[in-house]
């Protein structure tokens, strides 16, 4: 195992980005108009109760500004994620992740999951991948948030403009047929079921519900349904009482081996459903292992990647998978590194090496994490009762096949994305050309 590098304490601001660091530092401009949200959003699922409901019972769900990136930015994240999914093609990649994957991982009925998520910590020396996600949510409330934002200064003009017209809609709907041809090869899913456990008391419920919109809407039959409570029977899936084509999973039961998940996971296997994403899709691309894979270019490079990809795969963090034989070497680097465990989400068990105890760390060294070069987050200057105050930010691509469907941003204080902070939350992204 070669050596974990360490990236440059600190590298000068590169001209492509630093219109975009300028206004993140100094403009406190209140981009979002709440009234224009809450009318979107009643408007959207036809319940004029829906905001006050599902939306301002959530105070730091949405923050009041955006973020700036700049167009350079957005190129390079999005040829990292297409890096990072040609390498998912490689038949050595996949020999390697299969080794490690749960045996229904290796079922390929042909999906390649909707709204991937790559998460960006952007810094001088360019965009840093933290992590991929294969049911990365916030995607239908981030669609609406960017579409209620003001102009607040000229530099913003033309990004707002450029969100406004994106056709969101119609890219989703696209995903979802493309994802069923590729199982299915014709025709169309008549009733998709929304899926996760319990899934009125999950934080972003209220996506579940514009999602279920977005498909009636356009003719197509949906259910949200609780995951343990679906029925296997006869060939054919059941949410209450009625036959499921296709499944939009937001399990984080990645596998499907709880035994409360009997039902989707035998139907999944006997291909009588179509789930998006699916267990093979986590295994491919989300399992954490998986960066030190890709953070690997010498691995990458004996697996045929091209050249071009290995420059752009620079971009992802350095990563091992934390064992007993470099345990030693680990804790003694702890300081720069962040700690993940293999099948995480949420930010849930991930520790910051600088302030980890002996306790965790026996915990650690036992198995199941993989150790990451620690990567800044970027900042955000807030104005809260009139005075400044400083958010982390990260940035997240969800994307389908390589393309991008909508970026958006989250903000924060404290070790990890949690939405409870003050000022913080889900936040517009502005690429500035």
Not at 52 to 72: E, G, K, M, W
Not at 98 to 103: E, G, V
Not at 356 to 383: H, S
Request: hydrophobic content about 45%.
């Amino acid at each position: 195992m070669s050596k974990i590098g360490f990236p440059p304490e600190s590298a000068p601001m590169r001209g492509a980005g630093a219109t975009s660091d300028r206004l993140n530092r100094a403009c406190f401009c209140v981009t979002l108009d709440w009234e224009a949200l809450c009318q979107a959003l009643d408007r959207e699922v036809g319940d004029p109760g829906f905001c006050a409901t599902f939306i301002r019972a959530r105070p730091h769900l949405f923050s009041n500004v955006s973020v700036f990136i700049s167009d350079t930015e957005t190129t390079e994240m999005l040829k990292i994620v297409r890096a990072i999914e040609a390498a998912t093609r490689l038949p050595g990649y996949r020999d390697a992740v299969l080794s490690w994957a749960p045996a229904i991982a290796r079922h390929d009925f042909g999906p390649l999951g909707v709204f991937m998520g790559y998460d960006f910590h952007l810094s001088p020396a360019g965009p840093k991948l933290i992590e991929v996600n294969s049911n990365a949510g916030g995607a239908f409330l981030n669609a609406l948030l960017a579409k209620a934002q003001r102009v607040c200064c000229a530099e913003v003009d033309g990004a707002v403009e450029r969100i406004k017209a994106d056709d969101f809609d119609g890219s989703v709907l696209r995903m979802f047929q493309h994802e069923w041809l590729l199982q299915r090869g014709a025709g169309a899913p008549k009733r998709i079921a929304i899926v996760d456990d319990d899934p009125a008391e999950q934080y972003l419920y209220p996506e579940f519900l514009l999602a279920q919109h977005l498909f009636e809407k356009n003719g197509i039959a949906a259910t949200i349904a609780d995951g343990r409570q679906l029925r296997y029977e006869h060939g054919r899936l059941l949410a209450e009482d009625a036959p499921v084509d296709l499944v939009y999973n937001r399990l984080v039961d990645f596998a499907l081996d709880h035994p409360e998940h009997r039902a989707l996971r035998d139907a999944y296997r006997d291909g009588a459903v179509v789930v998006t994403p699916n267990p093979r899709v986590h295994a491919l691309c989300a399992d954490k292992r998986n960066l030190a894979l890709v953070s690997d270019p010498a691995l990458l490079r004996s697996w045929g990647l091209p050249e071009e990809m290995l420059g752009d795969l620079a971009g992802v963090p350095r990563t091992v998978i934390v064992s007993c034989e470099n345990a030693t070497e680990l804790w003694q680097a702890r300081r720069k590194l962040f700690f993940k465990p293999f099948g995480g989400h949420g930010s849930k068990a991930v520790y910051r090496g600088d302030k980890l105890t002996k306790r965790v760390w026996a915990e650690i060294v036992r198995g199941g994490y993989v150790a990451q070069d620690f990567a800044a987050p970027g900042e955000r200057m807030i104005k809260l009762d009139g005075t400044a105050a400083r958010r982390k930010t990260d940035v997240r691509l969800f994307t389908y096949d390589g393309e991008i469907l909508l970026t958006a941003a989250r903000l924060y204080e404290g070790q990890v994305t949690n939405f409870r902070t003050p000022g913080g939350g889900f936040a517009p992204v502005f690429a500035l050309a």
